[in-house]
């Protein structure tokens, strides 16, 4: 879809080309893809590398343009992966700024009028409008992040109630999210540095909202990290837990096979086809079943005074 603004504010939507105006392309067709190409002029190159789900952040000037790509996370039902991270390019030039995704996502929904309507007035510099960017992104990582972390709470009480392969799947799906997460804005934060690093903010208004996009970016990526790794001695505690119960359950099969040993080696002995001078005897087979039973029982006593049992 393709949605084209006089303003970066998203407040009024026009349907022809005007100067420094703000075009949304989110999800575009294969038309749409070859309109970008012949109407607005867009590079293929760019295109394809906007529309790549594995593209890296970067930053790039050009003469005529100049290209943003960061990645931003969405939310996905791909293989059960409840979040995942794709590329979001804005591309500007002189005559406009194009912002391009291959998915619809929250930090430019193509549904809403406008991404900023909370702030209640236009925005016209186009630095600003990208720093409000990394800002949005920094937030809807944060709260993807406690998302997760909720989740992941869900699925250790399950665990604790049932050992099975479908929640660890669970839990390696959620470490998965926690990976593409951290990747993103560890490349989203070079991309900053060098936004930073390139002279292109000049006024105070947008050094401060790019030090608070930084610092959003920053504490998403410590509370990631931290998930991570709070994931990872997750899993290592219950592969630790599952190979215990394993242990244990052998051991008592064991010991079972131990106890239940001795009645069966009374009874092959005295089940030969030899004389043992009691095949005439009334009372042997009692005797036999007492014996077997009484050893059973020493073993059995012997076993749990060494907390075998």
């Known amino acids: 879809m393709i949605k084209i603004f006089k303003t970066f504010g998203g407040y009024s939507e026009i349907s ?17 893809i070859q309109r970008l190409s ?13 529309l790549d789900t594995d593209e890296r952040p970067r930053l790039e000037f050009d003469d005529d343009w100049s290209l943003i790509i960061m990645r ?19 591309y500007m030039c002189d005559n406009f700024t194009m912002t391009l995704c291959l998915q619809n996502n929250e930090i430019l929904p193509i549904e809403q009028p406008s991404p900023f309507r909370e702030q209640y007035k236009q925005i016209s510099d186009v630095i600003n409008f990208i720093l409000r960017l990394f800002l949005r992104s920094g937030n809807t990582y944060l709260r993807y992040l406690k998302e997760i972390n909720q989740q992941t709470a869900v699925i250790e009480q399950d665990l604790e109630k049932s050992i099975k392969n479908r929640e660890l799947n669970k839990l390696l799906k959620m470490e998965k999210c926690l990976v593409y997460f951290i990747t993103s804005i560890k490349a989203n934060e070079i991309v900053l540095a060098k936004l930073r690093n390139s002279k292109k903010i ?4 947008n050094e401060d909202l790019l030090e608070d996009a930084m610092i959003e970016n920053k504490q998403a990526l410590e509370m990631a990290q931290i998930y991570s790794d709070i994931q990872s001695g997750m899993m290592d505690a219950f592969a630790s837990v599952i190979s215990n119960n394993l242990n244990v359950v052998m051991k008592q099969l064991t010991l079972i ?27 042997a087979m009692p005797v036999i079943i007492v014996v077997s039973l009484v050893l059973s029982i020493g073993g059995v006593l012997l076993f749990r005074k060494r907390q075998w049992f």
């Open 257 to 283: 096979s131990i106890i239940l040993m001795i009645p069966t080696l009374i009874a092959s002995i005295f089940g030969m086809n030899v004389p043992n001078y009691m095949e005439k005897a009334s009372w």
């Open 16 to 32: 022809q080309l005007e100067k420094n105006c703000w075009i949304n392309v989110t999800q575009p067709t294969t038309e749409e």
């Open 38 to 50: 012949e109407d607005f002029k867009l590079p293929n190159d760019i295109i394809q590398d906007v």
């Open 202 to 205: 000049t006024t105070e208004i």
């Open 72 to 90: 931003i996370p969405v939310r996905s039902a791909n293989n059960g992966i409840p979040f995942q991270t794709v590329p979001l390019g804005i």
